[in-house]
């Protein structure tokens, strides 16, 4: 069994598993798009821009209006660099980020290319000083940087208060399961190689072919370059086309 990515410690949501042969598919599920409902707490930053965290600054939080947290979320959307958080597992020079935190070592962090697609105000409470919004965005996003950045975009500061993962692709958390229901029963929710690559063209091989295909030889195809579908008389997996020629990428045992 594999997985496509993690999720906070604090986070909940969808975490596509793979099972399998289909542990080969991590490659082309790692790249997916995400949506997340995100609650922002606004007034106080912790050193992992989490709840997990610990408290290093407090400040007031002053003349916040839906009005206003709508305007400075419109501004989030469209490609951006984004500074990721000291407490990652992103590697420099072969160390995580979050190991040079622990050791109280300085670090040069340099930010990434990211894209906010979508990201809407679900709820905004006074009181508690809190945040609710929803956020669809590209793989590599961080959503406890994403909060830092809006409290700074509101005159304060601010931590990621709780983080739901509602989409990883084209894998919705309606359709997820949870880990009690995973422990009594998987297999109303296995989904196929198959039947998750299902938007993929199709090559059939004939039984000389298919000998050639699965030693790794490559087949002669009138195909445009790309990932297929391969057939016989049954479903293979699949198979990569360069230059009118399919060799083997991903076959079921």
């Given at each position: ?51 997990e ?14 009005e206003?947290i709508?305007?400075?979320l ?8 984004q500074?990721?958080?000291i407490?990652?597992?992103i ?37 508690e ?73 199709i ?33 293979l ?17």
């Amino acid at each position: 069994m594999g997985h496509t990515g993690t999720l906070d410690p604090n986070a909940t949501g969808v975490l596509p598993l793979l099972l399998n042969d289909s542990t080969k598919l991590s490659k082309y599920l790692i790249e997916h798009d995400k949506e997340y409902e995100v609650t922002l707490k606004l007034g106080i930053k912790t050193d992992t821009a989490d709840i997990e965290g610990n408290i290093i600054e407090e400040k007031e939080v002053q003349n916040i209006t839906i009005e206003k947290i709508e305007e400075i979320l419109k501004n989030f959307i469209g490609k951006q660099e984004q500074y990721p958080p000291i407490y990652s597992a992103i590697k420099i020079n072969g160390k995580k980020l979050y190991e040079y935190a622990r050791n109280g070592e300085k670090v040069e962090i340099k930010p990434r290319n990211i894209e906010i697609y979508k990201i809407d105000l679900i709820n905004f409470n006074d009181k508690e000083n809190e945040i609710e919004f929803k956020v669809s965005c590209s793989k590599g996003t961080y959503i406890r940087s994403l909060c830092e950045d809006i409290a700074q975009k509101l005159n304060t500061i601010g931590y990621m208060k709780e983080l739901n993962r509602t989409k990883v692709g084209r894998f919705k958390i309606e359709d997820a399961i949870t880990l009690e229901e995973l422990e009594n029963s998987v297999e109303t929710k296995i989904i196929t190689m198959e039947k998750l690559l299902n938007n993929l063209s199709i090559i059939n091989l004939n039984e000389k072919q298919i000998e050639k295909f699965l030693n790794g030889g490559q087949i002669t195809v009138d195909k445009e370059d790309g990932i297929y579908n391969i057939y016989t008389n049954k479903y293979l997996g699949t198979g990569i086309v360069k230059n009118k020629k399919v060799k083997r990428d991903i076959i079921l045992k």
